[in-house]
């Protein structure tokens, strides 16, 4: 099935470090959704966002809905230990029938080094 | 804890058994979603139920499979005659009605066909 572009695939940075990641798509959606997933576990829900153009910030963490509505981009400043994990994106179409459901990307696993 | 459960978190199987995996979403959700997520992949949309009607199926979700929601809260997964490519990790999650389709997930069962 259809996947998200997500970029880079890896990083490996220090502690104190701003990371930053993005997402692709070749269709629009109208809902972009950030998850993060420790390994074993299921992905905890981060950012939504809503709106084209919509700035949402959670702590440390940014994230954009680019505007033309393809793309969504993630910032985490100052990275601290428990950051590590994999970075997933998705796409919601929403409004009803199948548009719930949400496509990912392949994930961008962070490794931050205290 | 009133987020959203899976049971069991790990099971091995051997080849061309049947296994069934459940999941509880959070209460006042009334949507549930099954998602299958393989090593290295994001998670990919299985199934969709909103209260006890189930509105999608996705290609992947073979004849093999099938998900049930009898009274609108919580769901089993049913895989019949197990593949070893069924081995992957199957997640739940659940979702409100409102306007903000956020999806919340629950930690996943692991399932092993040997």
């Known amino acids: 099935g259809q996947q998200l572009n997500q970029s880079p695939q890896s990083m490996f940075i220090q502690e104190g470090e701003d990371v930053s990641m993005n997402c692709t798509s070749s269709s629009i959606f109208n809902t972009w959704l950030w998850y993060k997933q420790d390994p074993g576990e299921g992905p905890v829900l981060l950012i939504a966002?809503?709106?084209?153009?919509e700035l949402t910030s959670n702590g440390r963490l940014t994230a954009q809905f680019g505007i033309t509505r393809k793309d969504s981009f993630l910032n985490i400043s100052a990275s601290i230990p428990s950051d590590v994990g994999i970075y997933f994106c998705?796409?919601?179409?929403?409004?009803?029938?199948?548009?719930?459901?949400?496509?990912f990307g392949k994930g961008t696993l962070l490794t931050v080094n205290p | 804890d009133t987020g959203v459960s899976q049971d069991p978190r790990h099971k091995i199987t051997k080849r061309g058994q049947n296994v069934t995996f459940r999941c509880d979403p959070i209460?006042?959700?009334?949507?549930l979603y099954w998602y299958r997520q393989t090593l290295g992949q994001g998670p990919e949309f299985l199934t969709y139920f909103q209260n006890e009607a189930q509105l999608e199926k996705s290609r992947l979700l073979s004849d093999r499979f099938s998900a049930e929601r009898p009274k609108g809260s919580f769901s089993t997964l049913e895989i019949q005659r197990t593949e070893q490519g069924d081995s992957a990790m199957y997640l739940c999650?659940?979702?409100?009605?409102?306007?903000?389709?956020?999806?919340?997930f629950g930690p996943g069962t692991r399932l092993t066909v040997l």
């Open positions: 998705a796409g919601q179409l929403g409004s009803g029938g199948s548009n719930y459901k949400l496509t």
């Open positions: 209460s006042e959700h009334n949507r």
């Open positions: 999650a659940s979702s409100g009605t409102g306007k903000r389709y956020e999806q919340f």
């Open positions: 966002l809503y709106k084209a153009g």
